[in-house]
């Protein structure tokens, strides 16, 4: 099985294997490019729960 990619929040760069220390990379993700998107996909995510949150704050789900 091939390494999985991560991404290094220190390098600012997606690293295959686990090449530095945990609390400094994200993933695994399945393949380069999307280890290149990690910070893109996490500002997406919180996009979408901090809408959650407003909704759910604000009675309307």
């Known amino acids: 099985m091939a390494e999985r990619w991560y991404?290094?929040?220190k390098h600012q760069r997606a690293e295959q294997g686990r090449q530095?220390?945990?609390r400094d990379r994200m993933?695994?993700?399945p393949?380069?490019?999307t280890a290149e998107r990690a910070l893109d996909i996490?500002?997406?995510?919180?996009?979408?729960e901090d809408a959650?949150?407003?909704?759910w704050r604000d009675?309307?789900?």
């Open 20 to 22: 530095c220390w945990f």
């Open 52 to 55: 959650k949150d407003r909704s």
């Open 42 to 48: 996490v500002k997406a995510r919180n996009v979408s």
């Open 7 to 9: 991404y290094c929040l």
């Open 59 to 61: 009675g309307d789900n």
């Open 27 to 29: 993933g695994p993700y």
């Open 31 to 33: 393949d380069q490019t």
